[in-house]
């Protein structure tokens, strides 16, 4: 069993930047892949990043690429997105999510949640 715990989360005007973490307690964050997703009300969780378990391969949304950037300590089971040049458009409840048996954007391959940090962008 893998807990995830998401923190740094809050409001920011646009053009601002904030990172999120994901702390892992349980069984050890490798080998799985992460993922970073986000959802609105109303709407479907939606794929923000992945990252492979030693941090060579990583993907993003295209709404997204270019301006966060997702990383890992695997020494301190830590998963980070930084997110830079936020837009009213990024606000949203943001999950990070582990355990996934292959890397994907597919929240269906991902057995572990956190219970979500919020982000909210002014304009």
């Known amino acids: 069993q893998v807990q995830l715990v998401e923190s740094g989360g809050g409001l920011v005007q646009a053009g601002g930047s904030l990172r999120l973490s994901c702390a892992a307690s349980g069984r050890t964050l490798s080998p799985y892949p992460m993922g970073w997703f986000r959802q609105t009300p109303g709407k479907e969780r939606e794929f923000v990043s992945a990252?492979?378990?030693?941090?060579?391969?990583?993907s993003y949304a295209d709404s997204v690429k270019g301006r966060f950037t997702i990383s890992r300590d695997n020494t301190k089971k830590t998963v980070y997105l930084q997110m830079n040049s936020l837009k009213p458009e990024d606000t949203a409840v943001y999950y990070c999510a582990a355990g996934a048996s292959r890397y994907s954007d597919s929240p269906r391959e991902y057995p572990y949640w956190g219970q979500g940090t919020q982000v909210t962008v002014s304009s």
């Open positions: 990252i492979s378990w030693s941090g060579s391969r990583t």
